[in-house]
């Protein structure tokens, strides 16, 4: 956590706004930002079928879709999907990889409706 001082950042009581952001790993990371349809049908299939959502997630890398690793190659950020979805769909039998699954499939909604936010310019904080 990082206090910000100056800039207005105190408060009218004298209180201290702090920001908190959130470092993701690099399996984490490669969620892709994809179209809200996209996000929904990937939720739905993970909840239903884990690890499927995923896999279909990795392809939307190859069409172009961005991720929060811009340094990597996309045949990188692609494996690194698969290697999610082969993790979801091999722990699913200890409901640990589903439990996964639906909360990875609730994580691209969340990026798709941040992305949209980010398209129309409008400031968006989730």
């Not at 702090?18 to 892709?32: D, F, H, M, S, T």
């Not at 884990?50 to 890398?61: C, E, M």
């Not at 961005?66 to 045949?75: E, F, K, Y």
Request: hydrophobic share 50%.
């Amino acid at each position: 956590m990082e206090a910000k001082e100056g800039d207005g950042a105190e408060g009218g009581a004298g209180g201290v706004v702090v920001q908190v952001r959130e470092k993701k790993g690099p399996l984490r990371a490669a969620i892709p930002y994809m179209p809200f349809p996209v996000a929904v049908l990937c939720l739905f299939l993970n909840t239903f079928v884990p690890g499927l959502g995923t896999f279909v997630s990795a392809f939307t890398v190859l069409c172009g879709a961005r991720t929060d690793l811009p340094d990597r190659h996309i045949c990188c950020v692609f494996w690194l999907n698969i290697a999610a979805a082969l993790i979801q769909i091999l722990t699913a039998i200890v409901m640990v990889g589903w439990i996964m699954s639906i909360f990875w499939g609730m994580d691209m909604v969340i990026l798709a409706i941040s992305q949209g936010y980010k398209d129309q310019g409008i400031p968006h904080q989730l």
